[in-house]
């Protein structure tokens, strides 16, 4: 099992930036694909974001892409995601997931997760 912990969540204005964290324990970390994930109020928790083990391969959704970047530091244990340039419709609780194999897309790819962290961007 995974223990995932999630911070740097905030409220900012439209435009600006936040930079999330994820720290994790348990299985070896530079094993796994890491992604995130967000659900705004009253809808289906969504895919933002995923890095394979080894960096090599990242992806993001449509909505971010561009704006916002996904990275990790395998000595650390810990996964990042920075986000520029953001949006009203980004407000959400953001989510870390740790995956089950190297690359990881799916929500069902996701054995691991972390309590959230709410971000809200205004207008």
């Known amino acids: 099992q995974v223990q995932l912990v999630e911070s740097g969540g905030g409220l900012v204005q439209a435009g600006g930036s936040l930079r999330l964290s994820c720290a994790a324990s348990?299985?070896?970390?530079?094993?796994?694909?890491m992604g995130w994930f967000r659900q705004a109020p009253g809808k289906e928790r969504e895919f933002v974001a995923t890095i394979s083990r080894g960096s090599i391969i990242t992806t993001y959704t449509d909505s971010v892409k561009g704006r916002f970047t996904v990275s990790r530091d395998n000595a650390k244990n810990t996964v990042y995601l920075q986000m520029n340039s953001l949006k009203p419709e980004d407000t959400a609780v953001y989510y870390c997931?740790?995956?089950?194999?190297?690359?990881?897309?799916?929500?069902?790819?996701?054995?691991?997760w972390g309590q959230g962290t709410q971000v809200t961007v205004s207008s």
């Open positions: 348990g299985r070896t970390f530079s094993s796994y694909a």
């Open positions: 997931a740790a995956g089950r194999s190297s690359y990881s897309t799916g929500q069902a790819d996701f054995a691991s």
